[in-house]
């Protein structure tokens, strides 16, 4: 049975079911045996689309309908499967200091040489952090307006172990912040003392010789791409602990924690249309950027990084787009790459959002103190994620653990982080292309009312 049928066959069943489910609320009462009978038919149809589907996107969401499902029907079985849910935390938490300090070092050595670049280093390096900085502050806001985590139900064994943590001068913030033994950082998940200790190395790296720094740059680079491999083989794993996951905590809390998800979906997306319209085009409208124009050129690019998920695919296009925007070849090399380890607007944002609703989640108050130290930490880690799909889940969990989080409100995020992840991939290529057409501007190398006079 091809796709398209199984597709529709499911569609239909299911609603079918909301139906029945709409009727037993609000009209009058069903039988018990037949709403089960029935749910786990329309489980049974999305199960065989996701198969034939054949994609780990659909698998993940079928996989939090299977276990939502389990969790409901058969608590303690739910909460039996909570070991898989651990055994998918513990391979994530494998990756995040390899490939932060891959990501970092190729990021700064093999992309940031101060010397060789001069003014257009610093003034994209400038304005990636400016832009960055205001778009972890807009998730900030949003996520403190909207309380999506707030009254979540907390897994009762969950709870009682919850870390303790005790407050922190300023001096003790700074002493933690460097790394005073990175084997040491490593093995706790310390996320910020593996960052400084990655930008010295790269800076470092950058201030050697060519033969040596090659040698080095190159091993950084494969161990980076073996890196975002090892993340996409523990993937495949992710339905299994997505599904597990959330069997745990609605068999624990019931179907209310939905809610919450559903909540966080919304308050990001209005929050990345927010930056989009308050950041982004007043920008494009200082530098006289043709908005429209632009639009048109980088729809393609903006449509591949949506339905894939991953800035990366859509590389090529954006640079194609920015050149025939008039942005110089050697501004458009230089800015589009590195902005794709250290311009991530989407994502920034997201990850603002994600860490504020762990902590609404767990019934933890921070303070303004804790949040903006997150939002320092966050300004810094952010600058390690590369765009692959779900690459900053490694930078989400590693922040959580540093500010002694609980990483149970992470499965759940991760049940609709492909929802998620489309929109804030999108506005990464978008951020990344209109900072072409910025430093273009900035270094005088391209006169955008001139280019529209000359078109008319």
């Known amino acids: ?18 139906i029945l489910t709409f009727v037993h609320l609000k009209i009058t009462p069903l039988p018990d045996s037949l709403l089960f009978a029935a749910r786990w038919v329309a489980v049974a149809s999305l199960t065989l689309f996701a198969y034939a589907r054949k994609s ?15 969790g409901y029907d058969f608590p303690e079985v739910g909460i039996g499967l909570q070991v898989l849910s651990k055994v998918f935390l513990k391979m994530i938490k494998t990756i995040i200091a390899p490939l932060l300090f891959a990501t970092l070092v190729v990021g700064i050595a093999g992309h940031s040489d101060m010397r060789q670049v001069g003014r257009m280093g610093w003034k994209s390096l400038l304005y990636f952090e400016v832009v960055t900085t205001v778009a972890l502050f807009i998730g900030l806001f949003a996520i403190n307006i909207s309380k999506a985590g707030a009254g979540m139900v907390i897994p009762a064994d969950t709870q009682e172990t919850l870390p303790q943590t005790e407050p922190q001068t300023w ?5 933690h912040i460097f790394p005073e033994n990175i084997a040491r950082s490593i093995y706790h998940g310390e996320v910020l003392p593996i960052v400084v200790f990655s930008v010295l190395f790269g800076i470092a790296l950058s201030l050697i010789k ?15 791409e073996t890196m975002f491999k090892f993340t996409n083989i523990i993937m495949y794993f992710a339905p299994v602990g997505v599904g597990a996951a959330l069997a745990y905590t609605v068999g624990h809390g019931g179907l209310a924690v939905l809610g919450n998800l559903f909540h966080l979906l919304i308050t990001l997306y209005i929050s990345l249309i927010i930056f989009l319209l308050v950041v982004l085009l007043p920008i494009a409208l200082y530098i006289k950027l043709p908005v429209l124009r632009f639009i048109r050129e980088i729809s393609e690019p903006v449509s591949i990084a949506f339905a894939t998920t991953s800035s990366e695919s859509a590389l090529p296009k954006a640079m194609e787009a920015m050149e025939r925007m008039g942005v110089p070849r050697k501004i458009v090399a230089f800015v589009m790459p590195t902005g794709y380890s250290f311009n991530l607007d989407g994502t920034t944002l997201y990850l603002a959002l994600a860490s504020v609703f762990v902590a609404q989640a767990a019934g933890i108050e921070l303070s303004i103190g804790q949040q903006i130290m997150m939002m320092v930490t966050l300004m810094l880690t952010s600058k390690g994620v590369a765009g692959v799909p779900r690459a900053s889940l490694v930078i989400l969990l590693g ?26 991939t999108s506005v990464n290529v978008i951020g990344n292309c209109l900072a072409t057409a910025v430093i273009g501007k900035w270094e005088g190398e391209v006169d955008f009312e001139k280019d529209m006079e000359e078109q008319v």
Do not use: Y
């Open 210 to 224: 060519a033969p040596q720094k090659a040698v080095m740059l190159n091993f950084c680079e494969s161990l980076s």
């Open 1 to 18: 049975m091809n796709q398209r049928k199984t597709g529709l066959i499911a569609l239909i069943i299911c609603t079918l079911v909301a």
């Open 56 to 70: 780990l996107t659909t698998w993940i969401l079928v996989a939090m309908v299977i276990g939502a499902e389990i």
């Open 171 to 175: 001096q003790d913030i700074i002493l």
């Open 399 to 424: 922040t959580v653990v540093s500010f002694g989080l609980p990483t149970w409100p992470i499965f759940l995020i991760l049940g609709i982080d492909e929802l998620m992840d489309m929109a804030r």
